[in-house]
């Protein structure tokens, strides 16, 4: 599935499931066809079936072969659906690449696995939040509505990142509520929280990616990340130097740059001066960002400079240099955040456990020699 139609998928099934949480729709009510759906929304009907279908699972409604779908009684509804809910707290949510995919196979596990999922606090349909006091206000809501756990991605890319993170560990932890942290703990490495943490391997991620150019015989690889990035950005620098090493290579920390993709001025100054010409970027949003800026200074990819990111997000291969990437395996850090999620609420006892998936590399254009 494309990451547009999980974005659809998403926006149908949490339109839908706050129509039936908030009463305007009654037990036995019919919803439109799948035909309706799929024109109202613009997708396809298997779009359509996949969030009917999670709506299905989670007791909220049934469906009846050659009639359609309808409201579930109420309490089929509420003593299944809510029987335990599970809060996300995902900064921008809608505009961070992998995440759709990832909350879009949560949402799909819920209702097999007997939870359902708020979303921004409260059965709401708005995601695109960022701003500290609308994350801590989400854990108090999430307090209030007594959920079973969390689902926590650390807020990124602000000065005061460390101590908003913690503000809003320190509500969960005193209400009691176990957190599933998602793609980065809110540490930095070495440290460990005691959370459960699951994430792509970052490490492993920043060294193969490393080696694309070592093995095309490069003697000097940059490495790019926005100021104030996540604690997982320190992993990926360790991947990127151990690399280096391996190959012989002493790392040197002119090459690593925390400065903003678009700052032309910045970018200048790094290629202009600092000659870097082999770059890794923190995220393929920051490498589409500064593809933009590289062309708009007058450089040629990958003739002059040569550049590469992660995540493997749907844009990438589609811009005007297709990207070189590391493909996050999306589903499966969705399948185990569930599974740890699972054993969590049953007992909130246990030590923290970390989980790591190995992606691969998508060699395209952008690192081309």
């Not at 709506?55 to 109420?74: A, F, H, M, N, Q």
């Not at 005193?174 to 792509?200: C, E, H, N, Q, W």
């Not at 104030?228 to 950005?233: E, H, I, L, N, V």
Request: aromatic share 8%; with cysteine; hydrophobic share 35%.
């Amino acid at each position: 599935m494309s990451q547009f139609q999980n974005l659809k998928y998403l926006t149908i099934y949490r339109e839908l499931h706050k129509m039936l949480q908030n009463g305007s729709l009654d037990p036995g009510d019919k919803l439109p066809t799948e035909t309706e759906l799929a024109n109202q929304y613009g997708v396809s009907r298997p779009t359509v079936t996949r969030a009917l279908n999670t709506l299905k699972d989670e007791g909220l409604i049934y469906r009846i072969t050659g009639s359609g779908s309808y409201v579930s009684p109420k309490n089929e509804n509420l003593g299944l659906a809510l029987n335990r809910m599970v809060g996300l707290i995902i900064p921008d949510l809608g505009q961070g690449a992998i995440f759709e995919p990832i909350c879009a196979r949560i949402a799909e596990l819920s209702g097999s696995n007997h939870f359902s999922l708020l979303w921004s606090g409260g059965l709401q349909s708005s995601s695109r939040i960022s701003s500290p006091d609308d994350l801590i206000q989400i854990a108090r809501k999430y307090k209030d509505h007594k959920v079973s756990a969390v689902i926590f991605t650390p807020l990124e890319h602000r000065v005061n990142k460390l101590e908003i993170n913690r503000v809003i560990l320190n509500i969960l932890d005193k209400a009691g509520i176990p957190v599933i942290l998602l793609d980065s703990d809110y540490t930095t490495f070495p440290d460990r929280s005691s959370y459960d943490l699951v994430s792509m391997d970052h490490y492993l991620g920043a060294y193969q990616m490393t080696e694309i150019y070592l093995k095309q015989g490069c003697t000097r690889v940059d490495f790019i990340h926005k100021p104030f990035s996540a604690a997982s950005m320190k992993l990926r620098l360790e991947g990127y130097r151990s690399a280096l090493v391996e190959y012989g290579i002493p790392p040197q920390q002119s090459w690593i740059h925390e400065i903003h993709p678009n700052d032309k001025a910045s970018v200048q100054k790094m290629i202009k001066e600092r000659m870097a010409a082999n770059l890794i970027c923190g995220n393929d949003e920051t490498a589409a960002d500064l593809l933009q800026t590289i062309t708009e200074l007058g450089y040629s990819i990958p003739e002059d400079i040569r550049l590469c990111g992660f995540d493997d997000i749907k844009y990438g291969e589609i811009l005007k240099t297709p990207l070189t990437t590391y493909h996050q395996p999306c589903n499966q850090i969705a399948d185990e955040v569930v599974r740890l999620l699972v054993s969590r609420i049953k007992d909130n006892n246990l030590g923290p456990r970390t989980v790591t998936l190995q992606g691969y590399p998508v060699i395209r254009k952008s690192t081309d020699c």
